[in-house]
């Protein structure tokens, strides 16, 4: 088994391509149902961004466009974030977006102090949507996976669903 080790040149790397199936993307999708701008910022292979509805957006880093530098407001991010940068990458969604939906392994959710603090101060942990092992959504690892999302300003219980594959 390989861990992602700490990746302190605060660029994404190799390990973080882990593309996301388009029959995830969809049940995704389709039970947060994102509206307004919609934003996929580690687009990869477009699993995600290819199902999203007008307006929508994208970067990819492959592609030249890093996320980490983009600075226009949206109203979702839904994304398969790099896990090495795990949490620049987070904040930096805080900063552009209202709803942030990242499918991740699940204890990113609770990884460190700074990272909840930060998620207090952005609002809260809306829902946890648990997908399964990592396995059971075609990843490479079988740490629980899910979606974790957040919303600006929100300041009430966490709901926590169930939605094995």
Do not use: H
Request: charged fraction near 25%.
């Amino acid at each position: 088994m390989t861990f992602v080790k700490p990746n302190k040149t605060k660029k994404a790397n190799q390990t973080d391509l882990v593309m996301t199936s388009p029959s995830l993307a969809k049940v995704i999708l389709d039970y947060f149902n994102p509206t307004g701008i919609v934003f996929e910022p580690a687009r990869g292979d477009g699993a995600f961004y290819n199902q999203m509805k007008d307006p929508k957006g994208w970067c990819e880093i492959t592609e030249g466009k890093d996320f980490l530098d983009y600075d226009r407001k949206v109203d979702w991010i839904v994304t398969n974030p790099p896990y090495s940068i795990y949490d620049q990458f987070l904040l930096k969604c805080f900063e552009v977006a209202d709803n942030v939906v990242l499918l991740v392994p699940l204890a990113k959710a609770f990884k460190s102090k700074k990272i909840d603090m930060a998620i207090q101060e952005y609002g809260g942990l809306k829902e946890v949507l648990m997908l399964g092992g990592g396995g059971e959504v075609g990843f490479k690892f079988g740490f629980p996976v899910g979606c974790l999302y957040y919303q600006r300003g929100y300041k009430g219980k966490v709901k926590i669903t169930r939605k094995y594959q």
